[in-house]
């Protein structure tokens, strides 16, 4: 048998791997632009879609990807003393994490929504960004969620009119600075509510808080030269991410009970010291203990902070400090949930531009059944997520109109439309959507993050050994993306903590409400006469559902309650599914919808539902269809 093969191959000769060609995800990601085409209305969507191709580009660029490999090489680092012994406590970021940071401010990816740049499309504009730029952003998007939370608890009170005085024009400054588009004058913020004593159960805070005004307020005041603040802080915070903001949010006790805060990072020294020192601001009584040594994130200055007469305001009502909180919080967990998608649709990109590249056997990757099958199955769970993302997203963004009315009415300002709820499929009305953004955000969290760390673990198998490497080339590093994404499980509440809080609204004071707008909305969106057969399914799932939680003691379900929070998304992802395929009838989303569904059965064999069937080449085309969106991709490395 005479061999191809007649010389030996060297580290300049023989076989090399021609580089995929990563297309702009924008462009290539279907799961995206359908989820654009059910929540926006057409002409929003056609102003969109420049903008967001072009952004998507962007953030593949050399310059973006050298700035991400700066950030990962020259993680944060610590210096504590000055060079004659005085405690300086001075964190040092990278050139590449600041510029990340200033390009997500410039890019308005918390702006949009305060701007109402959109109208009441803002927030589907503003997270559509950020799925694009999470890939991309090395965790600068964590300082950015924190800032999106507390803008928006700001906003909420200065909408208050008996908010006034000092503590308004406090609040209202760093809600400007917050809310800019410019990195010479954004802020951006902390948010530290754990501590050693309770991790997410913030009823053991050790911090505590006690009303002292101090004399100096006058000769010391914040660098942004406001007053420092009424209240006195003291304590150990545990894990505090972006401990290089501008300014924070915490917990802390005061005699009342959990109260929540709002600290100036920085104080500035009285001017007859400043000669002396060589400087003219200091931390607001913050000692860096340590940062933290971390899987992934590690751009991302994360760290264990001692609070020694730190000076701040009080925001909200004394005592009442984890219902203030919780704005922030359930704003993060959306963050989170499009943080997921963003991260696996950047790994799955790879994954979809390596498939057109690769050649195994003298045969290109895309003829491997058994490979596009493991893709295919991936896609149709991201398409499934980005749906559920989007719709949650959709109900914020309906929520918010009435607050962004009362603020208006009260700072002024350039007047918006608002009202109403927008494009969203079933929807009724804002008291509908406050009813499910409850139940559900808390699900989008605890099921997004799971299925994106498993599926980046896919993604990088699928790549091989390259997969696994820590590639400099940072557009093909899913080995970054894999260990970034296993935070999501974890911060601002645990995959378990996610399933509880689902039952909280179940078993909760306004779990009749609740449970009644879900069922409204499950009803309304599945009651016309197309795909009656998938319809009845997921009818029929939250019927189980429902009379399961109405049958069992509250114990058992705590017992199964991850159970509960995953076949809650199973519904909403079904009917969401459903709309998707029935808005235009298109023939890929109506497959997608049919494969997704054979997922959720027990067992292996196909039902005789319809939902499959045909022969396996059948369902090997069908496949091609869901990861390409087309049947037979247009060159295996061609640049589409």
């Known amino acids: 048998?005479?061999?191809?093969?007649?010389?030996?191959?060297?580290?300049?000769?023989?076989?090399?791997?021609?580089?995929?060609?990563?297309?702009?995800?924008?462009?290539?990601?279907?799961?995206?632009?359908?989820?654009?085409?059910?929540?926006?209305?057409?002409?929003?969507?056609?102003?969109?879609?420049?903008?967001?191709?072009?952004?998507?580009?962007?953030?593949?660029?050399?310059?973006?990807?050298?700035?991400?490999?700066?950030?990962?090489?020259?993680?944060?680092?610590?210096?504590?003393?000055?060079?004659?012994?005085?405690?300086?406590?001075?964190?040092?970021?990278?050139?590449?994490?600041?510029?990340?940071?200033?390009?997500?401010?410039?890019?308005?990816?918390?702006?949009?929504?305060?701007?109402?740049?959109?109208?009441?499309?803002?927030?589907?504009?503003?997270?559509?960004l950020y799925h694009l730029w999470a890939g991309s952003a090395a965790w600068v998007n964590c300082p950015s969620l924190m800032v999106d939370g507390v803008a928006a608890l700001f906003r909420k009170h200065l909408s208050d009119p008996a908010v006034e005085g000092i503590e308004r024009d406090v609040l209202r400054g760093a809600y400007d600075r917050l809310t800019s588009r410019d990195p010479n004058t954004s802020w951006t913020t902390g948010q530290w509510m754990t501590e050693r004593a309770g991790g997410s159960d913030v009823s053991q805070t050790e911090t505590l808080a006690t009303y002292a005004p101090s004399p100096a307020d006058g000769e010391v005041t914040a660098a942004d030269g406001h007053p420092l603040g009424p209240w006195k802080l003291d304590g150990f915070k545990w894990f505090s991410s972006a401990t290089d903001a501008d300014m924070v949010v915490m917990l802390a006790r005061t005699q009342k009970g959990i109260s929540t805060f709002f600290a100036p990072m920085r104080r500035t020294i009285p001017a007859s010291a400043r000669d002396a020192l060589g400087y003219d601001t200091e931390l607001n009584g913050i000692s860096i203990q340590r940062l933290k040594n971390k899987l992934g994130t590690r751009a991302l200055p994360t760290a264990e902070l001692v609070l020694n007469g730190t000076r701040g305001y009080l925001i909200g009502e004394d005592g009442k400090g984890t219902k203030e909180i919780a704005t922030v919080l359930n704003i993060a967990r959306i963050h989170n949930g499009f943080t997921a998608i963003g991260l696996w649709g950047r790994g799955l990109s790879v994954v979809r531009a390596f498939g057109r590249a690769r050649s195994v056997g003298q045969k290109p990757l895309l003829?491997?059944?058994?490979?596009?099958?493991?893709?295919?199955?991936?896609?149709?769970?991201?398409?499934?997520?980005?749906?559920?993302?989007?719709?949650?997203?959709?109900?914020?963004?309906?929520?918010?109109?009435?607050?962004?009315?009362?603020?208006?009415?009260?700072?002024?300002?350039?007047?918006?439309?608002?009202?109403?709820?927008?494009?969203?499929?079933?929807?009724?009305?804002?008291?509908?959507?406050?009813?499910?953004?409850?139940?559900?955000?808390?699900?989008?969290?605890?099921?997004?993050?799971k299925t994106a760390i498993a599926g980046l673990a896919e993604c990088m198998e699928c790549l091989g050994g390259v997969g696994y490497l820590e590639n400099d080339d940072q557009v093909y590093n899913i080995a970054r993306l894999y260990r970034d994404a296993n935070v999501l499980s974890i911060w601002e509440g645990t995959t378990d903590m996610m399933a509880h809080d689902v039952l909280r609204v179940v078993y909760g004071k306004t779990s009749v409400a609740a449970l009644a707008a879900m069922r409204d909305w499950v009803k309304a969106t599945c009651k016309t006469s197309g795909l009656s057969k998938q319809k009845d399914m997921v009818n029929a799932w939250w019927d189980e559902w429902e009379s399961w939680l109405q049958q069992v003691e509250k114990e058992e379900a705590e017992m199964k309650a991850r159970v509960v929070m995953d076949r809650l998304a199973d519904v909403v992802q079904g009917v969401l599914l459903i709309a998707d395929a029935e808005s235009d009838g298109d023939e890929i989303a109506i497959e997608v919808l049919n494969a997704w569904l054979s997922t959720r059965r027990a067992g292996v064999r196909r039902s005789d539902d319809g939902a499959s069937g045909g022969s396996w080449r059948d369902e090997s085309a069908r496949n091609l269809r869901a990861v390409y969106g087309v049947e037979t991709p247009v060159g295996r490395q061609a640049k589409l």
């Open 1 to 128: 048998m005479t061999t191809r093969f007649t010389t030996p191959s060297s580290s300049t000769e023989g076989f090399f791997q021609a580089a995929p060609y990563i297309q702009s995800q924008f462009d290539d990601d279907h799961a995206l632009q359908r989820a654009l085409k059910l929540f926006l209305p057409d002409q929003v969507r056609e102003e969109l879609i420049p903008e967001l191709s072009k952004f998507s580009k962007l953030v593949l660029t050399p310059k973006v990807t050298t700035w991400i490999n700066d950030a990962e090489r020259n993680p944060p680092y610590l210096k504590s003393w000055d060079s004659w012994g005085r405690r300086r406590d001075v964190l040092v970021t990278s050139e590449g994490w600041r510029n990340l940071q200033a390009l997500g401010i410039e890019s308005g990816i918390v702006a949009i929504p305060y701007h109402c740049e959109r109208g009441l499309y803002s927030r589907v504009h503003q997270f559509a």
């Open 367 to 449: 003829d491997k059944t058994a490979y596009v099958t493991t893709v295919a199955k991936m896609h149709i769970q991201y398409r499934a997520d980005v749906l559920f993302n989007y719709f949650v997203v959709a109900l914020l963004g309906a929520v918010e109109q009435e607050q962004i009315k009362a603020f208006r009415s009260v700072v002024g300002g350039a007047s918006v439309a608002v009202g109403g709820v927008g494009r969203v499929p079933g929807l009724r009305d804002t008291q509908m959507a406050e009813h499910l953004l409850r139940l559900l955000t808390p699900a989008l969290k605890g099921v997004t993050a």
